[in-house]
């Protein structure tokens, strides 16, 4: 840390969240319960409670805070959910969902990642998240369906898999669109079909995958 200790660090951070529109307390609590600096490089403590993404390697980052709130005030999470998450990363986002819901099922394809986020969740005690290693474009269908489903990578277009997968009643947040920048969709599934909202334009790190990127940039 530089010259600011964590809490206070937080402190300010969570007032900026509130300037930025975020309400839900509980998301105000869960982002203040959660170390974000215990999620980052010992060299980024410094900036662990700014309001910006910073980088995890591997050429991927940890989501800006404003983005995380964002998108679990969008989900509008019950006690009782079950969740679906694609892209653990740091499992900065996976820990907040974890407070809120019965049970988070992460997926990470990066192996290095996904290990490094199981570690640090079960070191801090999580016991309602189960991890796997793999392309999370095709979702988790041993568990489906969700509640809810949480993309924090950036697709294409939508995956049907994921569509799927999610329970009459639920609620999905993806980001999809150009590799550069996305609109960040929500969809909720009615006993109907699908309603679909955009919240806005935003920039998240691509989904590689069969129904996401290809790694080579092309769909
Ligand atoms: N929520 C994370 C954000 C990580 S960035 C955090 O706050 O730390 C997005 C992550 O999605 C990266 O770690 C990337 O490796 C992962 N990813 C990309 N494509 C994926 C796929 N098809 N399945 C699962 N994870 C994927």
Not at 2 to 14: G, M, S, V
Not at 117 to 130: D, E, F, H, I
Not at 168 to 182: H, Y
Not at 193 to 205: H, I, L
Request: net charge neutral; with cysteine; hydrophobic share 35%.
């Amino acid at each position: 840390m530089t010259d600011l200790k964590p809490e206070i660090a937080c402190q300010r951070l969570i007032k900026k969240l509130r300037e930025k529109g975020i309400t839900d307390e509980r998301v105000l609590e869960a982002i203040r319960k959660v170390p974000r600096h215990q999620f980052v490089d010992q060299a980024l403590y410094g900036q662990a409670y700014d309001d910006n993404a910073l980088p995890l390697g591997y050429g991927q980052t940890i989501s800006q805070p404003y983005v995380v709130a964002l998108m679990t005030q969008l989900l509008k999470l019950g006690h009782d959910d079950k969740i679906l998450e694609i892209g653990t990363g740091s499992g900065f986002q996976t820990a907040i969902l974890a407070q809120f819901s019965r049970r988070v099922y992460t997926i990470e394809r990066n192996h290095d990642l996904g290990e490094t986020a199981r570690k640090r969740l079960r070191s801090m005690g999580y016991a309602n998240v189960v991890f796997k290693v793999a392309d999370g474009s095709q979702g988790w269908i041993q568990y489906a369906p969700f509640d809810r489903i949480i993309v924090t990578a950036g697709a294409p277009v939508t995956p049907k898999s994921l569509c799927d997968q999610l329970a009459i009643g639920g609620r999905m947040i993806i980001p999809s669109g150009s590799r550069d920048l996305q609109q960040l969709e929500i969809y909720d599934r009615t006993p109907e079909g699908f309603t679909k909202e955009s919240a806005g334009g935003v920039v998240f790190v691509p989904l590689v995958g069969e129904h996401g990127w290809s790694a080579n940039g092309e769909k």
